[in-house]
C-alpha cells in the first residue's frame, strides 16, 4: 500500500520507483489538508510527509527511505548502480536534488498556480471528493500557505533561483551522457526527473495543474535547454 498525493512530486517519486520495479500495489490519498496528521499516524511520529509505503508490515515514510526499502527487497530491475562509486554518486545526486530542488520547486509552482484564484480552485476541487468541493480552494489556498509559505513573494523569486541553479547543476553533471550515473536509468534520474515535473509538465507525469501565467513566463526560456529536454525523455522512455 502506498500512501501518496496524486499532485505531489515526492509522491511521484515513489510511485515512479514502484512501478519501474514491476511491483504491484495498491495506492490511498488522504483528504486534503490532513496527509501530515495521517503520516504521522501511519509512522508513529517519525515523518510528517508523504509518501508512505507499507511494506514488510511496516510503514515507511520519506520518499528516500521508500526506495531504499524497495531496493532491498526487491532487487531485481535495481536502481542503485551495482559499482560502489557510482552508487555513492547516485545517491549523492539523489539527496540533492532532494534538498536542493525539491522544496523550492514545489514552493516556486504554488506560488504561480495561486496567482490564478479562480484556476487554483478548479484544480483543489479536482483533487477533493465530491462532499468537500465547495470548501476545496480556500482549503488548499491556506494549505500551501500555511504549509509552504506559498504566499510569499519573496521566498517564491528566491525559489525560482534555487530552481534554475538545480537545472545548471543538472546539466553540468550529465554534460554530453544520456544518464547521470553510469550507462543505465537509476535513482539518480529517477529523482531528478520526477522532482522537475512541475516545471516541464511530462504527458507521462502524475495530475497536471492548469497552466499558470507566472510559471509559462518561467518555462518559456527554458524548453530548449539540454536538462529540460533529458527530463522529457526520462519521462518518455522510463515513465510509461
Given at each position: 500500500?502506498?500512501w ?7 509522491s511521484?517519486k515513489?510511485?515512479?520507483a ?6 504491484g500495489?495498491?495506492r490511498?490519498a ?5 496527509h501530515q496528521?495521517?503520516?504521522l499516524?501511519?509512522?508513529?511520529g517519525a515523518v510528517?510527509?508523504?509518501?508512505v509505503?507499507r511494506i514488510d ?9 521508500v526506495l531504499?526499502?524497495?531496493e ?11 559499482d560502489?562509486?557510482e552508487r ?10 532532494d534538498?536542493?530542488?525539491?522544496p523550492?520547486i ?7 498556480l495561486?496567482a490564478d484564484r479562480?484556476?487554483?480552485t478548479?484544480?483543489?476541487?479536482r ?9 476545496a480552494?480556500p482549503?488548499?489556498r ?5 504549509r509552504?509559505?506559498?504566499?510569499d513573494a519573496?521566498?517564491a ?9 538545480a537545472?545548471?547543476r543538472?546539466?553540468?553533471?550529465l554534460?554530453?551522457?544520456e ?5 543505465a536509468?537509476?535513482?539518480?534520474d529517477?529523482?531528478a526527473?520526477s ?9 507521462e ?11 509559462e513566463?518561467f518555462r518559456?526560456?527554458l524548453r ?11 519521462f518518455a522512455?522510463?515513465?510509461?
Amino acid at each position: 500500500m502506498l500512501w501518496h498525493i496524486p499532485v505531489s512530486h515526492y509522491s511521484e517519486k515513489a510511485r515512479w520507483a514502484l512501478d519501474h520495479k514491476h511491483i504491484g500495489h495498491a495506492r490511498r490519498a488522504p483528504l486534503l489538508g490532513s496527509h501530515q496528521l495521517v503520516a504521522l499516524a501511519l509512522t508513529r511520529g517519525a515523518v510528517g510527509t508523504f509518501p508512505v509505503l507499507r511494506i514488510d508490515g511496516r510503514n515507511v515514510g520519506d520518499s528516500t527511505a521508500v526506495l531504499a526499502a524497495l531496493e532491498a527487497r526487491y532487487p531485481e530491475r535495481p536502481l542503485y548502480p551495482a559499482d560502489p562509486p557510482e552508487r555513492a554518486r547516485a545517491l549523492a545526486l539523489e539527496d540533492f536534488f532532494d534538498e536542493e530542488l525539491g522544496p523550492h520547486i514545489r514552493l516556486f509552482a504554488y506560488h504561480q498556480l495561486m496567482a490564478d484564484r479562480r484556476g487554483f480552485t478548479r484544480f483543489a476541487e479536482r483533487m477533493a471528493p465530491a462532499a468537500l468541493r465547495r470548501a476545496a480552494g480556500p482549503l488548499a489556498r491556506a494549505m500551501v500557505s500555511v504549509r509552504f509559505r506559498a504566499n510569499d513573494a519573496t521566498r517564491a523569486t528566491a525559489a525560482g533561483e534555487k530552481v534554475l541553479a538545480a537545472l545548471d547543476r543538472l546539466e553540468v553533471e550529465l554534460g554530453d551522457r544520456e544518464y547521470l550515473v553510469g550507462g543505465a536509468f537509476s535513482v539518480a534520474d529517477l529523482t531528478a526527473a520526477s522532482l522537475f515535473y512541475p516545471l516541464v509538465a511530462p504527458p507521462e507525469g502524475p495530475l497536471i495543474p492548469p497552466p499558470a501565467e507566472g510559471l509559462e513566463r518561467f518555462r518559456d526560456p527554458l524548453r530548449e535547454r539540454r536538462g529540460y529536454r533529458w527530463v522529457r525523455e526520462m519521462f518518455a522512455r522510463h515513465r510509461r
